[in-house]
């Protein structure tokens, strides 16, 4: 069998083993011009039995002047001669990685990103297809073996990620792209920023490989096996992540909730691969967050301190709560604002957190026995409008229902074991500086109804 159709072949089996796409479908393929895209858009346009629709598209980096033109009007060129349409883009990499601080590696990486998903929506193509082969994959798993990595990021480059993109390559090797081309009589870009061993990759694929090829001369098959077996393996841990998380975590106002009792019966193993699923799910992606993170998630739970916080990536915030677990953006909902809320009148207030006060006027003989914790009465006569709401200060204190002595309102809380992430959302109803309720939880002495009170408010808390 000819590398011609040997390649066709393993392309189609590749296809339909991963369900990649489907005949019919309208993909975007990535092309730079180099060897690999070059061939992986001839075998798209020949590949028998599918008929897709193709549409090309190239990012030109400006990073190699008069080369990276060069590589622009090849591409035209490439795609014209095959008929297909061609979306290019122009981004000045080194530009745009001094203005975000990062190294030009990832500048082009996410320059990339943006671009291909731009060109997928506007076409509306059912995914993005990209030349990476299996030395790529062999590069990526030691890449990430020298950095420190866990099993999925040594399971390398999946056939589909998150995004839509599709790897049909990653069981043929470049030497067999390089058979193709030739007997295709195929030309390609060569791109000489692969030669600069300042980049990690590079150094892998130029000094490494051969190093272990010394060792091993199968190390590339071998890499790509291991990956392959990482992978498998990989999902079936994840699928039983997702499933522990569906079972024991629940969403409030935002945020993931779970308690510490039912998360720490999971094996650690499986504790982390949660941990990155919540947070996965906060952020959109796991950009930024590393190991070190979600140990320090799981130290957190050991705390001796009931309240404590930790910040994590992306604005996210994980908190232990007493007995629970909350993973949010950093962001909490408040009452705060820039003045108190004034209450002259009887009537609904809305809180700027959700919900709201409702007060009104009830009759001298109203009963008051049972209220709930979210409704309390006081003596109009002695505790007038206006009154303030406001929400928790250090040093807020009142005394309490029943006793002579103040308490402080922090000691109230703690008492109730309100989590600190709820207490600046907590109402505080004040009548000439006097604190009067913690809405749900206390009311003070003072302003209590008695026996020859002749005018009651009563107000409800309502929460959102």
Excluded at 234 to 239: H, I, Q, R, V
Excluded at 334 to 361: C, K, N, Q, R
Excluded at 421 to 440: D, H, N, Q, Y
Aim: glycine letters at 6%; charged letters at 25%; proline letters at 5%.
């Amino acid at each position: 069998m000819t590398i011609d159709a040997a390649l066709l072949s393993q392309l189609a089996q590749t296809i339909r083993k991963h369900c990649l796409f489907q005949p019919n479908d309208t993909l975007i393929v990535a092309l730079s011009g180099g060897a690999d895209s070059t061939a992986l858009l001839d075998l798209l346009i020949r590949l028998p039995g599918y008929d897709l629709r193709l549409v090309s598209a190239h990012l030109n980096h400006c990073l190699r002047g008069a080369e990276s033109d060069a590589d622009e009007e090849f591409c035209r060129k490439l795609a014209a001669g095959h008929g297909i349409p061609l979306e290019i883009s122009r981004v000045d990499v080194k530009v745009l990685a001094e203005s975000k601080g990062l190294n030009l590696e990832d500048a082009g990486r996410r320059a990339r990103i943006a671009f291909l998903d731009s060109i997928r929506e506007k076409h509306g193509a059912a995914a993005i297809v990209t030349a990476h082969h299996g030395d790529d994959q062999a590069e990526t798993v030691l890449m990430r073996l020298l950095r420190g990595s866990g099993m999925t990021g040594l399971s390398g480059m999946p056939y589909r990620n998150r995004r839509g993109c599709v790897r049909p390559l990653l069981d043929v090797s470049r030497a067999q792209i390089e058979q193709y081309l030739a007997e295709r009589g195929l030309d390609w870009r060569e791109d000489a920023s692969n030669l600069d061993t300042s980049f990690l990759r590079n150094r892998i694929r130029h000094e490494l490989l051969p190093l272990l090829e010394q060792y091993n001369p199968a190390i590339r098959l071998n890499l790509t096996a291991t990956a392959a077996i990482l992978a498998d393996e990989d999902a079936l841990l994840e699928g039983l992540a997702e499933q522990a998380f569906d079972s024991s975590w629940r969403t409030e106002g935002g945020a993931y909730v779970c308690s510490i009792a039912e998360f720490k019966a999971h094996p650690p193993a499986l504790q982390r691969r949660i941990l990155r699923h919540v947070c996965r799910r906060l952020a959109g992606n796991l950009e930024g967050f590393n190991l070190g993170h979600i140990e320090s998630i799981r130290q957190l739970l050991d705390s001796p301190r009931p309240n404590s916080r930790i910040a994590l990536p992306q604005n996210i915030s994980a908190l232990r709560e007493y007995d629970r677990v909350v993973l949010r953006f950093s962001a909490e909902p408040s009452l705060s604002v820039a003045d108190d809320i004034v209450i002259a009148t009887p009537g609904h207030y809305p809180l700027p957190g959700g919900g709201m006060l409702a007060v009104e006027i009830c009759p001298a003989a109203f009963n008051l026995v049972d209220l709930p914790a979210d409704r309390v009465c006081f003596d109009l006569d002695r505790t007038p409008f206006p009154w303030r709401v406001r929400t928790f200060r250090p040093g807020d204190r009142m005394v309490p229902f029943g006793m002579t002595g103040r308490k402080k309102v922090k000691d109230i809380f703690i008492d109730a074991k309100l989590p600190l992430s709820e207490r600046r959302t907590i109402p505080l109803l004040f009548c000439c500086g006097e604190l009067l309720w913690i809405a749900g939880l206390r009311r003070a002495d003072s302003g209590r109804v008695i026996d020859t009170s002749t005018t009651i408010a009563k107000v409800s808390y309502i929460r959102d």
